[in-house]
């Protein structure tokens, strides 16, 4: 999570570092969301194992995801453990902060001074959580969700412009089989037809793939899975329909037998 207003973190906060030197009783680090803050990581918080060689675990200029122990801003002293953040939170915690690197890159698109984009970002923040999921409000929305804000309206066409063109969908994609066979002479070409005629069906977000006879494989993008289970149906039910029109035989597998 960005943190526009915060200068340290909080104790038991997921926080993004970057490894900047290794030492004999542990690691230095800058943490990424807080200008650059020095952080530490004692030897025996790295693993839940017995570290001989931290080079095993860590690199100098690595990106990792640590949890916060202890702060102390008198002294300027953040103590962290890698060892404490699961292997599935690190993942999640990276991919948002990527995220949060790019939702501000796109909100620097709006050119506007300094002072005003910190107080824009701040406002964002506030109202949806993170900037990324702003940028994902505003691309669903409308300027509406930047109007309600407060924001002015040649500001939200802006921004609102920024998003449309930067922002990308939210998609699921799930995978289905068909069984297809043709007795008749031109029986390859029915079946082409048929492949043809099931990517019409689902339009856009439409793939197809030979993976044996008389199998064939068809994955569908679609923005949630009950709308993909949908499209997926629709089109098998249509090729295996150009099928029976032609003396042929058609089956519709969810997952292989």
């Not at 249509?238 to 037998?257: S, V």
Request: hydrophobic share 35%; proline share 4%; glycine share 8%.
């Amino acid at each position: 999570m960005p943190k526009p207003k915060e200068e340290w973190p909080e104790k038991g906060e997921l926080v993004v570092c970057t490894v900047r030197e290794l030492k004999t009783f542990g690691v230095f680090v800058s943490l990424e969301e807080y200008g650059g803050k020095e952080g530490f990581i004692h030897i025996s918080e790295v693993s839940t194992g017995w570290v001989k060689h931290l080079r095993d675990y860590v690199r100098e200029g690595q990106k990792i995801v640590c949890k916060v122990l202890a702060v102390d801003e008198r002294r300027g002293h953040i103590d962290l453990s890698l060892k404490a953040v699961k292997e599935g939170l690190k993942r999640e915690r990276i991919k948002a902060w990527k995220n949060e690197k790019k939702a501000r890159k796109w909100l620097s698109l709006a050119a506007i001074p300094e002072s005003e984009l910190q107080e824009l970002e701040t406002k964002l923040v506030d109202a949806y959580g993170s900037l990324y999921d702003a940028f994902q409000q505003i691309y669903k929305t409308g300027k509406r969700a930047l109007t309600e804000l407060g924001i002015e309206e040649a500001l939200a066409d802006k921004i609102h412009k920024i998003a449309l063109a930067n922002v990308k969908p939210p998609s699921v994609h799930i995978t289905g089989y068909v069984e297809l066979k043709c007795p008749l002479p031109n029986g390859v070409e029915i079946i082409k037809n048929a492949l043809m005629e099931a990517k019409k069906v689902a339009k856009d977000g439409f793939e197809c793939s030979y993976v044996g006879a008389p199998r064939y494989r068809i994955r569908i993008t679609a923005p949630d899975y009950k709308k993909a289970e949908s499209i997926l149906n629709e089109a098998a039910n249509a090729a295996i329909e150009i099928l029976k029109r032609n003396e042929g035989y058609g089956r519709f597998y969810r997952n292989l037998p």
